[in-house]
């Protein structure tokens, strides 16, 4: 059974706890897991949530756009 967490952040909170890590969504994922290795398993937590938080409004800005094109 999955259980999907109801904790929701701001897409500011997101884009500056990532930018404690020096992010750069160029990095792949043995970068991403190297910067986070010193994290405890609720930072790392917190971290995925960021990082879903700005890849979904990054997603949506790119349908908006999508759509605004087509009208």
Known sequence: MTVHSAIEMSLADAKALVATI?????????????????????????????LRTIATAERQEAAELEAEGRS
């Open 22 to 50: 020096g992010y750069d969504p160029n990095w792949s994922t043995a970068e991403l897991l190297a910067a986070c290795e010193h994290m405890s398993p609720a930072q790392k937590s917190r971290m995925g949530l960021a």
